[in-house]
């Protein structure tokens, strides 16, 4: 017999068993069970609970842990509440573009969330989340990939692909050149009505230091990088009957200004 936590079945009576994510009580005999957790209902709600940092314990019943509560009722009735719909709203707008990894803090597996960007773990409240991104190592570390910046052997250092040039290590080396360096912005500017409109994607070129291709989304082919190439493949007759990706409606390619 399907019972345990991990399926928010736990018993009941002598002939009944509860579902305690759904709030329902099912007749205690495998098939009933086995129809209940693989029922479209259950799953739904056990997607919501992995997704919002609902668990449940026979002590405290079923626990919220971004709202630090217990609560009774329906799970979807808690996730509309104010607190809660804030806190996932504020999580996601913190973490939003930012490489910072919740799901597993959200599916009740850790109590860190992960920053890739920085490789390092931090304690998930919104306050540390909020800190962590705007620190200048984040800051710094997150525009690197985006603008083709590179650690050279000089630590004080960093080479700029873009514009061949060496530019301080340090953040506002970094903030001025991404942001006010003309040669640099120009060359996004130049590369925008590609990446945006005709589905070229700039990201492996600007992360690989030896990379001398882009990459066309729409044809999965390789180009190199310089404008008269790139002009002459988007006007090939493949490239224009391709269909359009679905990257060319979003500006995710273009670094923020
Ligand atoms: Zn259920
Ligand atoms: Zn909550
Ligand atoms: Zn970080
Ligand atoms: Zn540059
Ligand atoms: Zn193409």
Redesign the pocket.
């Known amino acids: 017999m399907i019972t345990g936590i991990c399926y928010g079945i736990v018993a009941s009576t002598k002939t009944r068993v509860r579902c305690v994510f759904c709030g329902v009580y099912i007749p205690k005999a495998s098939k009933c069970i086995e129809e209940h957790i693989n029922g479209a209902k259950h799953k739904e709600n056990m997607e919501l609970v992995y997704e919002?940092?609902?668990s449940y314990d026979s002590s405290r019943g079923l626990y919220?842990?971004?709202?630090a509560?217990s609560?009774e009722g329906s799970i979807v009735q808690?996730?509309e509440?104010d607190?809660?719909a804030n806190?996932i709203a504020t999580l996601e707008d913190l973490t939003d573009g930012e490489y910072i990894h919740v799901d597993a803090f959200l599916a009740g597996q850790t109590d860190v969330a992960f920053c890739s960007t920085c490789q390092v773990t931090i304690p998930c409240t919104l306050h540390n989340i909020e800190a962590h991104v705007n620190e200048d190592f984040h800051i710094m570390e997150t525009l690197k990939p985006l603008n083709g910046l590179f650690s050279v052997d000089n630590p004080l250092e960093l080479w700029c692909k873009v514009c061949d040039v060496y530019i301080d290590n340090t953040t506002p080396g970094v903030l001025e050149h991404s942001e006010d360096d003309d040669h640099h912005v120009n060359w996004f500017k130049k590369m925008e009505p590609y990446t945006a409109n005709n589905g070229i994607s700039i990201g492996n070129y600007l992360t690989h230091e030896f990379e001398n291709k882009v990459y066309c989304l729409r044809c999965k082919a390789e180009i190199l990088c310089n404008t008269e190439s790139i002009d002459y493949h988007i006007q090939t007759d493949a490239h224009m009957s391709a269909e359009p990706h679905h990257s060319e409606i979003s500006d995710l390619q273009i670094p923020p200004d």
């Open positions: 919002n940092g609902i919220c842990k971004l709202c509560t609560f808690h996730l509440m607190d809660h806190y």
